[in-house]
């Protein structure tokens, strides 16, 4: 990485423009094309430095629903339970952790009986009845940025 794809990575940390050209603007004030800014974002996402680029919304206010949600999962069916977990488009966070409850992801839904409904079906489709929900009773957001820049 070069100084320029340093600078690159904390403007888009910190949002991309909502204009009709975004990458034009980002160019403009960082001395370089349109082009080179997709450029230098593709290779960065293929080096695995991007991992994600997209929206981030605030789901409460869009009417959504959030929980917590963990599984104990058979070490020998990880891949497969979370093959399942992952079908569903609700699902925005899926991780594994050491504990008994080893399988944990997110649910975000239009109500409850809807997540209620997807949790039982992950129940039924895996076998695996030991599922903790917890649902979100109070919103925290924690934001990262990491400056590198300097590094």
Request: hydrophobic residues 40%.
């Amino acid at each position: 990485m070069d100084q320029i794809d340093r600078e690159l990575l904390n403007r888009v940390q910190e949002g991309i423009p909502v204009t009709e050209r975004p990458y034009a603007e980002l160019a403009e004030g960082l001395g370089i094309g349109e082009f080179d800014v997709m450029e230098r974002l593709r290779l960065l996402k293929e080096a695995g430095v991007i991992r994600r680029m997209g929206g981030v919304f605030d789901s409460r206010r869009l009417g959504y629903k959030g929980t917590l949600c963990a599984l104990k999962v058979p070490q020998e069916r990880i891949e497969d339970v979370a093959a399942v977990v992952n079908r569903y488009p609700g699902i925005t966070h899926n991780y594994l952790r050491r504990h008994a409850y080893n399988m944990w992801f997110t649910v975000l839904s239009e109500s409850q009986e809807k997540t209620e409904g997807i949790l039982a079906e992950i129940k039924r489709e895996t076998g695996i009845e030991d599922l903790l929900n917890l649902p979100s009773r109070r919103f925290f957001k924690v934001r990262v940025k990491f400056d590198v820049k300097n590094i």
